[in-house]
């Protein structure tokens, strides 16, 4: 679920759409988007703002009034219909507008982010991997090659690719941060385990794994 929400805080900042829409509501509209995949496998046609709230934990009241934003109408006592209420979300947050990115650190997680098909359903294209490991360059990750991270300045702007996901090492990341700043690359979705430091112009989202699995760890016990 967090790699969705992140995803679409990356392609709201992206590609400039209304920032009149918080983060958080950002983040809960992408989990109504996945309850709503799962009613329609279900063959399920409408749902209700207490359903939503209900398996999320939060106050039906809430449920309507992000649902409001997407200018999305109920059906009286029927609730929402499921397949246009989607639409609205994808609408409103861009998932039919199709943006391409790079991965740079072919390891296994970004090799794991490369096999992850579920991308394209919410607009992300991941067009190819970088690495800097000569046994690795020339590989491909399903269906997308692995090159030498001294090409993507131009394989960058040929392909119009402003979006690099960073899953290198951590004594890289800072480095490679430089060399994609250096690449024209305005937005990095960070796996590392790093602060990176850029100009102002380039938008970074922290993808915490570590930090997640604490919060987790630390609620249980509590």
């Known amino acids: 679920m967090r790699l969705l929400f992140a995803l679409n805080l990356i392609l709201v900042y992206s590609y400039g759409m209304t920032k009149s829409i918080s983060d958080k509501v950002i983040n809960r509209l992408t989990l109504y988007h996945c309850i ?64 391409k990115a790079f991965i740079v650190g072919a390891g296994n997680l970004g090799s794991a982010l490369a096999k992850y098909d579920n991308f394209t359903s919410y607009g992300l294209n991941i067009l190819a991997l970088f690495d800097s490991d000569k046994n690795k360059i020339g590989k491909s990750v399903n269906g997308k090659i692995i090159f030498d991270i001294s090409k993507l300045p131009n394989l960058a702007e040929k392909s119009g690719v402003d979006i690099v996901i960073l899953t290198v090492p951590r004594e890289f990341a800072q480095e490679t941060a430089n060399f994609l700043v250096k690449s024209n690359i305005k937005y990095i979705w960070n796996f590392t385990p790093t602060v990176l430091s850029v100009p102002d112009e380039v938008q970074v989202w922290n993808e915490n794994l570590m930090g997640n699995f604490l919060q987790f760890s630390y609620n249980m016990q509590n």
Do not use: C, P
């Open 36 to 99: 709503l995949s799962d009613y329609i496998s279900s063959n399920i046609e409408f749902i209700s703002s207490k359903q939503i709230a209900n398996l999320l934990h939060i106050d039906d009241s809430q449920v309507r009034k992000d649902i409001n934003l997407l200018n999305n109408s109920g059906k009286g006592r029927v609730g929402y219909i499921v397949k246009e209420l989607k639409q609205s979300i994808e609408k409103t947050l861009g998932f039919k507008i199709t943006k």
